[in-house]
């Protein structure tokens, strides 16, 4: 039974920084990426970020590039996602998801198999 659990956030002031972490558990195997996405309030869900567990390959969208950074722990079946220079429109709920599949699927949700309980970030002086 695959599980993911995040962790990490909290209230940080504009240009602060804050480190998630998505535990995953139950996967047999390393063909699946994490992805972390996030969804404000009456909005669709946004993809963030992806890492493919085996090649380490990372991909971000525009609206994070230069300022969040995905990183992966394999020996503790762990993913990151650093986040500095934070906007208070970074300010929701973000949730990290997997996707069985060697390659990262790209940010429809969808696409991904399993997901998380998301973690609230807030950006706010």
């Known amino acids: 039974q695959v599980q993911l659990v995040e962790s990490g956030g909290g209230l940080v002031q504009p240009g602060g920084s804050l480190r998630l972490s998505c535990a995953a558990s139950?996967?047999?195997?390393?063909?699946?990426?994490i992805g972390w996405f996030r969804q404000a309030p009456g909005k669709e869900r946004e993809g963030v970020s992806c890492?493919?567990?085996?090649?380490?390959?990372?991909y971000y969208a525009d609206s994070v590039k230069g300022r969040f950074t995905i990183a992966k722990d394999n020996a503790k079946n762990t993913v990151y996602l650093q986040m500095n220079s934070l906007k208070p429109e970074d300010t929701t709920v973000y949730y990290c998801?997997?996707?069985?599949?060697?390659?990262?699927?790209?940010?429809?949700?969808?696409?991904?198999?399993?997901w998380g309980q998301g973690t609230q970030v807030t950006v706010s002086s």
């Open positions: 139950g996967f047999t195997s390393d063909d699946y990426v």
């Open positions: 890492i493919e567990r085996s090649s380490g390959n990372t």
């Open positions: 998801a997997a996707a069985k599949s060697w390659y990262c699927p790209g940010y429809y949700p969808y696409n991904y198999d399993y």
